[in-house]
């Protein structure tokens, strides 16, 4: 009996390790080309993604579809036409699961600039583009989606933030992040 168990040990070692089958190679090759997606961030950035594509797919089947970005817009108060919903969805070559949601982004990312980045997020709560938004919102949207702020970090971040009559200057304080506040000054 115990020799029978050994016995099967040593095939199921033999068959895991036996990279002469054709099975092998093509696990190796489908990896390979996975990893690279994988690879154009850390595992930080990628938990976050991970985390930001479980949000967008509200329906939880693997994949985003014009139907879960109309409901995640709707989630933050902002109507969407379904026209700029198409043009989203078309960006993607093929199903919109994880792995096209990192790809797409990654492709956005690499050589884009970090203000740029900053703004264009602040942008999406800035229908009328002023370069401001209103302070109240802007508090309910920090406590309350994605990595959530604390009490301390929102009086942190407005203690030092660009506010003039209850609007948030964005632009001004994604200015200052970037370039730091020397530069601001002097400008």
Known sequence: MASEK????????????????????????????????????DQRQVQEF?????????DRDGFISKEDLAGMFDSLG?????????????E???????????????????????????????????????GAVDCKQLKELIVGIGDRFDKKEVEQLFASAPVTKGKFDYKAYTHTLTHGEEELETN
Not at 24 to 37: D, E, I, Y
Not at 78 to 90: F, N, P, T, V, Y
């Open 78 to 90: 902002r109507q969407a036409k379904d026209a700029e919903l198409e043009e989203m969805i078309s």
């Open 92 to 130: 993607a070559p093929g199903p919109l699961n994880f792995t096209m949601f990192l790809q797409l982004f990654g492709e956005r990312f690499s050589g884009s600039d970090p203000e740029d980045a900053i703004l264009n997020a602040f942008k999406l709560f800035d229908p009328e583009n002023s």
């Open 50 to 58: 991970k985390e930001a594509f479980t949000l967008i797919d509200q």
């Open 6 to 41: 050994t016995e099967k040990k040593k095939k199921t070692k033999k068959t895991e390790g036996d990279s002469s089958s054709g099975s092998g190679k093509t696990k190796k090759r489908a990896q390979r080309a996975t990893s690279n997606v994988f690879s154009m961030f």
